[in-house]
Nanobody, 115 residues
């Protein structure tokens, strides 16, 4: 099992930046897949970015070139650097980890981008 705690959300103007952090309760060395998802009101949860233990990354088309996912295995942390934010990025952002065929989620952090 793993517990995930997100932080770093907030209110920012369009064009601004935020960095989200996800703290894991255990070592993430053996967790091959970790990702960030988001859910806007009235919409389904969607993948934003994912990273494997080997450092391979995957991004939603809507955030490519603006968001960067990274992981620090020594600190058991995963980050999402978000630049050039747009109002349509407004959502609750969730950290996700896949371990032993199970998916674990954090409680989410709200990101609001004003126009």
């Amino acid at each position: 099992q793993v517990q995930l705690v997100e932080s770093g959300g907030g209110l920012v103007q369009a064009g601004g930046s935020l960095r989200l952090s996800c703290a894991a309760s255990r070592s993430i060395l053996s967790i091959n897949y970790m990702g960030w998802y988001r859910q806007a009101p009235g919409k389904q949860r969607e993948l934003v970015a994912a990273i494997t233990s080997g450092g391979s990354t995957n991004y939603a088309d809507s955030v490519k070139g603006r968001f960067t996912i990274s992981r620090d295995n020594a600190k058991n942390m995963v980050y999402l650097q978000m630049n050039s934010l747009k109002p349509e990025d407004t959502a609750v952002y969730y950290c996700n980890a896949r371990l032993s065929l199970l998916a674990y989620w954090g409680q989410g952090t709200q990101v609001t981008v004003s126009s």
